[in-house]
């Protein structure tokens, strides 16, 4: 029972993650190996703490890029100084 839940799961994380394009799949990957790391060792739920990783990986994403983006935009607005 256990085994086939699991390969539930992550038939539909596969599907969902083939689904999203890799534009908004970043740090999905990498929150999702530490995740589930994480859930493994925090009572055999590595597959929750891979979803969950993958969740908080992809909004840590999205805000770093949005942080960087701001940024491009806060330097491109500066004037030019002269020496």
Same mark, same amino acid.
């Given at each position: 029972? +256990?085994?086939?839940?699991?390969?539930?799961?992550? *038939?539909?994380?596969?599907?969902?993650?083939?689904?999203?394009?890799?534009?908004?799949?970043?740090?999905?990957? +990498?929150? *999702?190996?530490?995740?589930?790391? *994480?859930? %493994?060792?925090?009572? %055999?739920?590595?597959?929750?703490?891979?979803?969950?990783?993958?969740?908080?990986?992809? %909004?840590?994403? +999205?805000?770093?890029?949005?942080?960087?983006?701001?940024?491009?935009?806060?330097?491109? %607005?500066?004037?030019?100084?002269?020496?």
């Amino acid at each position: 029972m +256990k085994a086939g839940f699991i390969r539930t799961a992550l *038939a539909a994380m596969a599907v969902s993650l083939a689904m999203a394009g890799t534009a908004n799949a970043a740090g999905c990957m +990498k929150g *999702a190996v530490v995740g589930g790391v *994480a859930g %493994h060792y925090a009572g %055999h739920h590595a597959v929750v703490g891979a979803v969950g990783g993958c969740i908080v990986g992809r %909004h840590m994403a +999205k805000k770093h890029a949005e942080e960087q983006q701001a940024a491009a935009q806060a330097g491109q %607005h500066q004037p030019a100084r002269m020496q």
